[in-house]
């Protein structure tokens, strides 16, 4: 067993096998002492499972908000508690397999790049054939290589520059790596992804409203954000909410007010959805993820206004789970 100077901080709920196949892949080349599991209240024995594969496990209090941000917040402060040295640490989601070889080479590049504080590599979907969804979660995650912008949930972070920043924002339930991202980047730091397998991914989405549940959780990880950081010269995801809104809300009232006051105009108005469809079509080369990128601004809009009710009533918004 090689051992690196990295921790690893696993997060999941009710991930049962996935997780086992999880902690085992960085057991490979990690010391059980170097990787903290942080369960959210599963009920399937996914603690005891970890434990008992020696790795140390942190149950989150869950009389507080949830958040996976949170979980990874308090993981790391358990990880760093047990292992002050450890100048890395990979983040990955329980329901992640690490591919051989991924830990040592986001190492090597993080030792050999000063300037970088994140770096990250290709996230696959391990069934993308049993379903459509399970495919749109692929092809979102081939994202370009090179520096970027921001990183996914699995990612090797440099434990310095996570402590300048305070580490993720306990209180987003999603686009919390983004954000963090952005606050890093601010401070100078810069974000890789490396030409190299990373992890495989078991979305296990087989429904529609699964996939709904999941996009709406994007429309509010955009309100979120552009809430937070929309002032900034970036203007971040700022573009993002108004397409949400304009496609998914505002044009569809645009469209029924139209049919009571007009009638057959609201006919022709209509007609710019096909439209966008085809160029989606087109640009995806896929007809079905054309449509469903298009409808999927209808979920984006109502995960928006979620977050913006929340905020109007002072009150935190609630996790979004799909499965």
Same mark, same amino acid.
């Given at each position: 067993?090689?051992?690196?100077?990295?921790?690893? !901080? !696993?997060?999941?709920?009710?991930?049962?096998?996935?997780?086992?196949?999880?902690?085992? *892949?960085?057991?490979?080349?990690?010391?059980?002492?170097?990787?903290?599991?942080?369960?959210?209240?599963?009920?399937?024995?996914?603690?005891?499972?970890?434990?008992?594969?020696?790795?140390?496990?942190? %149950?989150?209090?869950?009389?507080?908000?949830?958040?996976?941000?949170?979980?990874? $917040?308090?993981?790391?402060?358990?990880?760093? *508690?047990?292992?002050?040295?450890?100048?890395?640490?990979?983040? /990955?989601?329980?329901?992640?397999?690490?591919?051989?070889?991924?830990?040592?080479?986001?190492?090597?590049?993080?030792?050999?790049?000063?300037?970088?504080?994140?770096?990250?590599?290709?996230?696959?979907?391990?069934?993308?054939?049993?379903?459509?969804? $399970?495919?749109?979660?692929?092809?979102?995650? $081939?994202?370009?290589?090179? %520096?970027?912008?921001?990183?996914?949930?699995?990612?090797?972070?440099?434990?310095?520059?996570?402590?300048? /920043? $305070?580490?993720?924002?306990? *209180?987003? +339930?999603?686009?919390?790596?983004?954000?963090?991202?952005?606050?890093?980047?601010?401070?100078?730091?810069?974000?890789?992804?490396?030409?190299?397998?990373?992890?495989?991914?078991?979305?296990?989405?087989?429904?529609?409203?699964?996939?709904?549940?999941?996009?709406?959780?994007?429309?509010?990880?955009?309100?979120?954000?552009?809430?937070?950081?929309?002032?900034?010269?970036? #203007?971040?995801?700022?573009?993002?909410?108004?397409?949400?809104?304009?496609?998914?809300?505002?044009?569809?009232?645009?469209?029924?007010?139209?049919?009571?006051?007009?009638?057959?105009?609201?006919?022709?108005?209509?007609? +710019?959805?096909?439209?966008?469809?085809?160029?989606?079509?087109? #640009?995806?080369? *896929?007809?079905?993820?054309?449509?469903?990128?298009?409808?999927?601004?209808?979920?984006?809009?109502?995960?928006?206004?979620?977050?913006?009710?929340?905020?109007?009533?002072?009150?935190?918004?609630? +996790?979004?789970?799909?499965?």
């Amino acid at each position: 067993m090689k051992t690196l100077s990295t921790g690893v !901080v !696993v997060i999941g709920r009710n991930e049962g096998q996935r997780l086992e196949r999880c902690l085992r *892949s960085v057991l490979v080349v990690c010391a059980p002492s170097d990787i903290v599991y942080v369960d959210s209240g599963s009920t399937d024995g996914s603690p005891a499972m970890a434990r008992a594969l020696g790795v140390s496990v942190l %149950d989150l209090d869950m009389t507080r908000p949830f958040t996976a941000a949170r979980a990874r $917040n308090e993981g790391f402060r358990r990880l760093l *508690s047990a292992q002050p040295a450890l100048t890395l640490v990979q983040f /990955v989601d329980g329901d992640c397999e690490v591919v051989g070889g991924w830990l040592e080479s986001a190492a090597a590049f993080l030792e050999q790049n000063p300037q970088h504080a994140v770096v990250c590599g290709r996230r696959r979907e391990r069934f993308p054939e049993r379903s459509r969804y $399970n495919r749109f979660c692929d092809e979102e995650w $081939n994202t370009p290589v090179g %520096d970027a912008l921001a990183c996914g949930g699995d990612a090797m972070m440099r434990v310095s520059a996570l402590v300048a /920043v $305070n580490g993720y924002r306990d *209180s987003l +339930i999603a686009g919390e790596e983004p954000e963090l991202c952005l606050r890093l980047r601010q401070r100078g730091w810069r974000i890789h992804r490396l030409d190299r397998e990373m992890t495989l991914h078991d979305a296990a989405i087989t429904r529609f409203s699964q996939w709904w549940k999941r996009m709406m959780r994007s429309g509010h990880a955009y309100a979120e954000g552009a809430w937070l950081h929309g002032s900034l010269p970036e #203007r971040f995801w700022v573009r993002e909410t108004r397409r949400a809104f304009a496609w998914g809300l505002v044009l569809p009232v645009l469209i029924v007010v139209t049919a009571v006051a007009h009638g057959p105009t609201a006919v022709a108005l209509a007609g +710019i959805y096909p439209l966008q469809w085809a160029r989606l079509a087109w #640009r995806s080369r *896929s007809v079905s993820s054309g449509a469903f990128m298009l409808v999927g601004k209808f979920a984006e809009a109502w995960g928006a206004l979620k977050f913006h009710r929340s905020r109007w009533r002072g009150t935190g918004g609630r +996790i979004i789970e799909y499965k």
